[in-house]
């Protein structure tokens, strides 16, 4: 059976191309994802993201369950109304999914995880809570919808009240506010300033009406994975799965070890691998000549080994392509890619490509 979210017959009406995404009929593009790429960078762009899914954590014991079961440490932060990326682990230090979570209060966290991992997740943290007096809400009931861009606050607040526009202006990056029944978070998977909303289902169809008449336009899932490519940003499934560890998905800022009594799961098999030496980096790769860089292209570096592409494309906002690739540790800044039986050169270099719409290495 197929899954839409409460926009479905939104995005329909607006003439989106519906595609399959994890078991969801989503919006791919609304007639073209290059325009819906630019809006984003350059102006403010929607994104129906409800086939995520929020779940809180409530219960005495939240913090101390959370602390276990992600390699990041939550303790981290201090104040209610701030958030923490991280990923949850498996014994062998492999990523179960990449997720946020949202400090609401002492005893009430929040956390919000992929559409292609909900319930493989779900399963995972019911198991994990049997020993913790926590308490474990799936919030079906809510739609989250992501407004990105260099405009987006500016624009999005337009369909608020004055006391919440004051709130929302004064939002630092990775911080939230809770407003009645909505939670409103500086974050985002663009690169792009923005906000990330979690709302009722019910009132999500009139909120996306309007923020388009606060010209806020509609993209699809299309021109999300061109701007998270560009911003250096992970996609779960490509650039990392259950095989990989944090240390080969570049994501070594996300684990935690200091302090070095907090347990949590992976975190042996993440030190062991520390002690070994961890012989794979991913890199950002830029093609130098024409061509499209894909996921599995195999990546060549003369003396030194091989490795392969985990997410590439056409970057809109450079003009050429562009790609994430899991390579040997040591790999040179200059290596070559196989594209139909040729080799082509391409520059290896640490993501992202683009922050905040402007070109970011040299």
């Known amino acids: 059976m197929v899954n839409r979210t409460p926009l479905f017959e939104m ?18 593009h609304y007639g073209s994802q290059i325009e819906e790429h630019h809006k984003v960078r350059q102006d403010a762009g929607m994104f129906d993201v409800s086939h995520m899914v929020a779940i809180d954590a409530k219960g005495e014991q939240a913090q101390t369950f959370l602390r276990y079961v992600l390699a990041n440490d939550v303790a981290k932060l201090q104040q209610p109304g701030k958030a923490l990326y991280g990923c949850m682990l498996n014994q062998q230090g492999g990523i179960i999914d990449d997720l946020i979570t949202y400090y609401v209060s002492p005893n009430y966290y929040r956390i919000v995880v992929n559409a292609g991992t909900r319930d493989k997740d779900i399963a995972w943290l019911t198991k994990q809570a049997q020993d913790f007096k926590v308490e474990l809400s799936v919030r079906t009931d809510l739609a989250i919808l992501a407004v990105q861009g260099p405009q987006a606050r500016t624009k999005a607040m337009q369909v608020f009240d004055t006391k919440q526009q004051e709130a929302i202006a004064a939002l630092k990056p990775f911080h939230f506010l809770v407003s009645e029944d909505w939670l409103i978070a500086r974050t985002g998977y663009t690169g792009e300033d923005g906000l990330e909303m979690m709302l009722p289902a019910t009132k999500v169809v009139d909120y996306w009406q309007k923020f388009i008449a606060a010209g806020i336009s509609p993209c699809g899932l299309g021109a999300r994975d061109t701007l998270r490519l560009e911003a250096g940003l992970n996609l779960y499934g490509s650039d990392m799965d259950e095989a990989i560890t944090p240390f080969e998905s570049n994501l070594a800022w996300t684990v935690a070890l200091e302090p070095n009594d907090r347990e949590f799961i992976g975190r042996a098999a993440l030190e062991k691998q520390l002690q ?11 093609l130098t000549e024409r061509g499209v860089l894909r996921a599995h292209q195999k990546v060549v570096a003369e003396g030194i080994g091989e490795g392969e592409i985990t997410s590439g494309t056409f970057s809109p906002t450079l003009g050429c392509a562009i790609a994430l690739a899991r390579v040997p540790a040591n790999m040179s800044a200059h290596c070559q890619v196989e594209i139909r039986d040729k080799l082509l050169p391409v520059r290896v270099i640490k993501p992202p490509f683009v922050r905040n719409g402007k070109k970011v290495f040299e």
Do not use: E, N, Y
């Not at 003439?15 to 399959?20: C, E, Q, S």
């Not at 030496?277 to 890199?283: A, D, E, F, K």
């Open 11 to 28: 995005h329909q009406q607006a003439g989106a191309k519906i595609v399959d995404f994890a078991g969801w009929d989503m919006p791919i």
């Open 276 to 286: 070994q030496g961890v012989r794979r980096s991913l890199v950002g790769l830029v």
